[in-house]
C-alpha cells in the first residue's frame, strides 16, 4: 500500500496522509481518485515509485503501475491508501521477422500438402490465439505456437507442459479438438 500517487491528468503528486491531498488549489481532488475505476480512465493514477523511476515491486508481482484507491483501516483511524491494479493481460511484443517468418512457412508447408489452414485462429471461447491452425482429413485440427528456434527456457517449459497435457498420448487415437 502507498501513501502517494501521481495523477496524470493534473501532472501532480498526490499525499493521501495530508487533508488536502498535497495539493490545496484542487477542489474535488478526492472525489475524483476515489472514483471506482470503471467510472474513471485506468492511466489516471500512477505509482509514485515507478513514475520517479524506481524499481516497484508491483512489476514483480504481476500487477501494473496503475493504482485505485481504497480505504483501509488503520488503528481506531480509516485513512486512504493506494493499490496496484492488477494486470487486466499481458503485454506481448510485437511478433518478430523471425516468428512471422515461422508461421508462414508452416501455413505454406501444410496448405501445399492438401490441408486447411488458418492463421492468428481463435478459440471457440476466444481467449486463445493460435498462430497456425492446421485441419486434416476428417477435420482433425491441430493448433501450434510457430516459435523459433531455442525459444527462452521459462517459454520452452511452460510450451512442453501445454503440449504434455493437451496432446494425446502416443499411440491414442486422434481427436478434433482445437488449441
Known sequence: MANGVYHTGCDIEINL?????????????????????GERPRHLLQCLK????GQCQCARDG???WMFIRR?????????????????????PEESDKHKAMKERIARTASRHGLDVQ???????????????????GGVS?????????????YAVALNEHASATLPPCGSPPTSRRT
Do not use: F
Open 17 to 37: 496522509t495530508r487533508e488536502d491531498l498535497g495539493n490545496p488549489d484542487y477542489d474535488g481532488l478526492l472525489e475524483e481518485i476515489i472514483r471506482p475505476v
Open 50 to 53: 515507478y513514475r520517479r523511476g
Open 63 to 65: 500487477k501494473t503501475p
Open 72 to 92: 483501509q483501516r488503520r488503528d481506531d483511524t480509516v485513512v486512504w491508501v493506494a493499490a496496484h491494479l492488477p494486470l487486466t493481460h499481458a503485454d506481448t
Open 119 to 137: 492463421t492468428e485462429a481463435r478459440s471457440d471461447d476466444g481467449r486463445v490465439i493460435t498462430d497456425v491452425l492446421v485441419t486434416g482429413a
Open 142 to 154: 491441430d493448433g501450434r505456437p510457430s516459435t523459433p528456434p531455442s525459444p527462452p527456457a521459462p
